[in-house]
């Protein structure tokens, strides 16, 4: 029997009933649609499940417990137990590979392994995994992320890997590969005026619900949580009457101009958190 998971993300869990568990999730969209904030839940349901989690992003870990303590995530409690531990990027990556924009050595990849079997920790969230992928020359890269899927395979922990959206060609392919070897994909969006979605682009043996956008926004003490309900405007008809338009002033009175005769005005890694051993 196929075994599932929630990702943390009520609104994704009732609609698709969680994600595989001990295979990877795909997160991708652009900066600032919440891709680390559903990292964030995703870890926080780890520690709801009573599983060990690690997060690994380019954020400092004193950041990301600020934050996911806004959210009312008790990650700092968490370190403290044991049950959580936050990695930074930077204690993974040397000064000249950071300068020279290249990925991560073979060795950091072992570290984290060891670290994942050690502490038996279930759910991993690399964010963002370009470090681990982004491989040149990319005539390689179909052979690279085949042999990088299963060694977290090999894991035995679900992995949540964000990517920011693709813009040039060769990230476009990088995503599509990513996208053919995870089970599930997820893409989230947003609009210029601040409405979010969530849309499931791939959900291996699935076919309801795909490529249908969910509506979400993000709160302070909640975190990826359901929008305000839209409330319709007045109608033409129910709108209230206005007074008659005047065009002439008794002597000292200023009148507005009629309506559409006024002119348009111009729409003005550093430090490393892990459990006590």
């Known amino acids: 029997m196929i075994d599932k998971t929630c990702l943390g993300i009520p609104l994704f869990d009732t609609l698709m009933g969680g994600v595989y568990r001990n295979r990877q999730v795909l997160c991708w969209g652009r900066a600032g649609t919440g891709k680390s904030t559903l ?122 890997l964000t990517l920011p959206k693709p813009v040039s060609n060769a990230a476009y392919m990088l995503k599509n590969k990513l996208d053919d070897l995870c089970p599930v994909s997820i893409f989230l969006d947003s609009t210029p005026t601040g409405e979010r979605s969530l849309r499931t682009t791939k959900y291996l043996g699935e076919v309801a619900n795909l490529e249908k956008p969910v509506a979400f926004a993000i709160r302070s003490g909640k975190g990826f949580t359901a929008p305000d309900p839209v409330v319709p405007g007045l109608k033409l008809a129910d709108a209230p009457p206005q007074p008659p338009t005047r065009t002439t002033a008794t002597p000292g009175e200023v009148v507005p101009p009629a309506p559409g005769t006024a002119a348009r005005r111009p729409i003005a890694f550093s430090a490393v958190i892990r459990p006590p051993e």
């Not at 009573?50 to 996911?68: H, K, N, P």
């Not at 991560?104 to 392994?113: G, K």
Request: hydrophobic residues 45%; without cysteine; glycine residues 4%.
């Open 39 to 160: 990292g964030l839940h995703f870890v926080n349901q780890a520690l709801a499940d009573g599983d060990r989690a690690l997060l690994l992003s380019g954020r400092r870990a004193t950041d990301t417990l600020i934050v996911s303590e806004s959210f009312g995530m008790p990650f700092a409690e968490a370190v403290t137990s044991g049950q959580l531990t936050l990695l930074e990027y930077a204690n993974l990556i040397t000064e000249k590979a950071s300068s020279s924009n290249v990925m991560l050595p073979p060795q950091a990849f072992m570290e984290l392994q060891e670290i994942i079997a050690t502490q038996s920790i279930r759910r991993v969230v690399l964010d963002t995994v370009l470090p681990w992928v982004a491989i040149q020359p990319t005539s390689r890269l179909t052979e690279h992320l085949y042999s990088f899927i299963h060694a977290l395979d090999r894991l035995d922990a679900t992995v949540l």
